[in-house]
């Protein structure tokens, strides 16, 4: 058994100083990422780790994809892994050995459960497309009930959770400070370029306000 072995699965063992179990700050690394990938072993026994969006209400994560996805077939029966990063800036260090990564990073386990009920996956995707963009829900046409249909939501509760963070700059070796050897960070952010509207836009459709105080936000 390795030493380990006998600790919840969840508890970070590598630079442990970096692990933060408060579930707000778990919650809040998921509302700032797009995209998670769940792991889940598959019917043939191998493990797969796919990406798709994720949307967090409270304390429970939303999954939501095709009805048909092997995915979300598989991982409604399946105990899964779940993880999630936000890559904050690139830390470059005087040697290559401590060149690293700003991040923030969730690792989350459990069995997520498919909503079967209309009103529970309408909840669900109201939560996904506000998160993509915030207004869109009441502004775009709301699922018919052939479209709920083909449409997986999965919920888990987020529980056994942990985030892993770094911040700040390079840590050299004591007498790797001596060199004449640039170091420091470059931070990393997504930004929103110029909305391009569709080919098919009827005439006189407006660009709706909440598309540009998005952009305007994260220029
Ligand atoms: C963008 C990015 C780049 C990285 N690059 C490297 C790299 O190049 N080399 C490297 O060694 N490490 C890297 N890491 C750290 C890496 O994610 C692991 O934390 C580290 O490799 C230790 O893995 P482990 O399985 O031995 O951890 P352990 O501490 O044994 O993991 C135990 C448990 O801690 C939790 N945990 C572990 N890592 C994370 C995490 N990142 N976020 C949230 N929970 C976590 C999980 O629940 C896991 O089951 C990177 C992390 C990020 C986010």
Same mark, same amino acid.
Request: glycine residues 6%.
């Given at each position: 058994?390795?030493?380990?072995?006998?600790?919840?699965?969840?508890?970070?063992?590598?630079?442990?100083?970096?692990?933060?179990?408060?579930?707000?700050?778990?919650?809040?690394?998921?509302?700032?990422t797009?995209?998670c990938?769940?792991?889940?072993?598959?019917?043939?026994?191998?493990?797969?780790?796919?990406?798709?969006?994720?949307?967090?209400?409270?304390?429970? *994560?939303?999954?939501?994809?095709?009805? $048909?996805?092997?995915?979300?077939?598989? $991982?409604?029966?399946?105990?899964?892994?779940?993880?999630?990063?936000?890559?904050?800036?690139?830390?470059?260090?005087?040697?290559?050995?401590?060149?690293?990564?700003?991040?923030?990073?969730?690792?989350?386990?459990?069995?997520?459960?498919?909503?079967?009920?209309?009103?529970?996956?309408?909840? $669900?995707?109201?939560?996904?497309?506000?998160?993509? &963009?915030?207004?869109?829900?009441?502004?775009?046409?709301?699922?018919?009930?052939?479209? *709920?249909?083909a449409?997986?939501?999965?919920?888990?509760?987020?529980?056994?959770?942990?985030?892993?963070?770094?911040?700040?700059?390079?840590v050299?070796?004591?007498?790797?400070?001596?060199?004449? &050897?640039?170091?420091?960070?470059?931070?990393?952010?997504?930004? $929103?370029?110029?909305?391009?509207?569709?080919?098919?836009?009827?005439?006189?459709?407006?660009e709706?306000?909440?598309?540009?105080?998005?952009?305007?936000?994260?220029?």
């Amino acid at each position: 058994m390795s030493p380990a072995a006998d600790k919840p699965r969840h508890r970070v063992s590598r630079v442990p100083d970096r692990a933060d179990y408060d579930l707000e700050t778990v919650g809040e690394i998921l509302d700032a990422t797009t995209v998670c990938h769940v792991a889940v072993i598959d019917d043939r026994g191998f493990p797969v780790s796919i990406p798709t969006l994720h949307a967090r209400v409270g304390s429970t *994560l939303f999954l939501h994809g095709s009805s $048909a996805s092997r995915l979300f077939r598989t $991982a409604a029966r399946r105990e899964v892994c779940i993880s999630a990063t936000a890559v904050d800036g690139l830390v470059l260090a005087r040697s290559v050995f401590h060149h690293s990564v700003n991040y923030r990073s969730v690792v989350l386990f459990g069995s997520p459960e498919a909503i079967e009920d209309e009103d529970g996956k309408n909840e $669900a995707l109201r939560a996904f497309t506000e998160k993509l &963009i915030p207004g869109r829900w009441e502004d775009a046409r709301q699922p018919a009930p052939q479209e *709920l249909k083909a449409t997986a939501v999965l919920r888990m509760p987020i529980d056994e959770a942990t985030a892993k963070v770094r911040t700040g700059g390079a840590v050299d070796e004591p007498e790797d400070y001596e060199l004449p &050897i640039w170091a420091g960070t470059v931070p990393l952010r997504t930004v $929103a370029g110029e909305p391009i509207p569709d080919d098919r836009l009827l005439d006189g459709v407006a660009e709706p306000g909440y598309v540009g105080e998005y952009r305007d936000a994260r220029s």
